[in-house]
T-cell receptor
């Protein structure tokens, strides 16, 4: 079992819809969770970080964390074609003292 | 300018050659990471460092060597390159383990 798992997709949504991206992790000691966006041929860039259970909102983005279920998600409201990218979930764990990434979910927003 | 710089951006080498990828950051971040990215695998951790002179293996360390004699530099060496090491390599840094990472622009390495 991989330490961080994401649905590989691809995920396609129409413009204006809500895109929902999911991630699960195996290390119960994980404390910090991140979502990165990566455009084709570019390096990953941070969208959201979340450290405690519940929701965290930033503009059109909402990150949700449930440590009991070892689950973190990202919702993108009012999706735009410019949101088309690969979204990477990352988890840091004091047990491993490192930062691991999921395989990424490719999102396409169709005009 | 503050940031994280990788060099070279592109590299073509032959099987069996030694190759070193450079990474330099100007923030004095404690943590530095090397990842490789291949289709279908996302970012896989090769090696990381929590501070100068402290390095540790990640998920896929075989065939790679790292060093960190100075906080700002974290070079990655392929001792004897193989075709399976053809990939895009990203260096990243973070102030603390629970801090977001800053990524370099990546090095696209092709081993022929």
């Amino acid at each position: 079992q991989k330490e961080v798992e994401q649905n590989s997709g691809p995920l396609s949504v129409p413009e204006g819809a809500i895109a929902s991206l999911n991630c699960t992790y195996s290390d119960r000691g994980s404390q910090s969770f991140f979502w990165y966006r990566q455009y084709s041929g570019k390096s990953p860039e941070l969208i959201m970080s979340i450290y405690s259970n519940g929701d965290k909102e930033d503009g059109r983005f909402t990150a949700q964390l449930n440590k009991a279920s070892q689950y973190v998600s990202l919702l993108i409201r009012d999706s735009q074609p410019s949101d088309s990218a690969t979204y990477l979930c990352a988890v840091s764990s004091p047990n491993n003292n490192d930062m691991r990434f999921g395989a990424g979910t490719r999102l396409t927003v169709k005009p | 300018d503050a940031g994280i710089t990788q060099s070279p951006r592109y590299k073509i080498t032959e099987t069996g050659r030694q190759v070193t990828l450079m990474c330099h950051q100007t923030w004095s971040h404690s943590y530095m990471f090397w990842y490789r990215q291949d289709l279908g695998h996302g970012l896989r951790l090769i090696y990381y460092s929590a501070a100068a002179d402290i390095t540790d293996k990640g998920e896929v360390p075989d065939g790679y060597v790292v060093s960190r004699s100075k906080t700002e530099n974290f070079p990655l060496t392929l001792e004897s390159a193989t075709r399976s090491q053809t990939s895009v390599y990203f260096c990243a840094s973070g102030a603390l383990l629970n801090s977001p990472l800053h990524f370099g622009n990546g090095t696209r390495l092709t081993v022929t």
